[in-house]
């Protein structure tokens, strides 16, 4: 038997990949083709977890025995981590910022005798980076729009700017303004004093 699974990735809604497994694959397999299809470097620490249907971790599935009663990817048949219609599970493979894959079961087929197993059958969108360094925002909490500001530009008053410049009648009154120690002293007088110093 053929399980159909499709893979989202939540930081861009264009990526997506289709893969087929045999239902004797396990979830190793599927990480396998996960790095393969994704050019991924395979030293890098990876989980498969089950979730709930708001993806909500569940069980965890390592690639190396982490104990606690946890369980490894190479001795879990993907066969038995599908409990139910539309079973979700989470790829981590960023632990450092958290960033995962979005992988749904979405049926079954019939075994195709010409298709070599496990296979990606389609997909769209750039392959995610594998880890990021430094900060980033995660487009999920990211929730701030501004469309959800509701403002009318025309409403917004603009201040009255006009008595900041001087007009004609200032100008008037600044010639009434004599300082005579202001006016003994040049740009020459400035300069010299600079040089002196």
Known sequence: MVLKFVMLLDEDESFVREFEFLDSHTLLDFHYAIQDELEFDRSQLASFFMTSDNWEKEEEFTLFDMGANSATMDETLIDDVIIRKNQKLLYVFDYFNDRALFIE?????????????????????????????GSRTKKRYNNISVSDYDFDVDEVEVPDVDGLFLNEEDEDSMSDYNDEEVDDISIDDIIDDEEEE
């Open 105 to 133: 079961y979405t049926g079954e087929a019939e075994e195709d005798e010409d298709t070599e197993y496990p296979v990606c059958t389609g997909g769209k969108g750039e392959a995610p980076k594998q880890i990021f360094f």
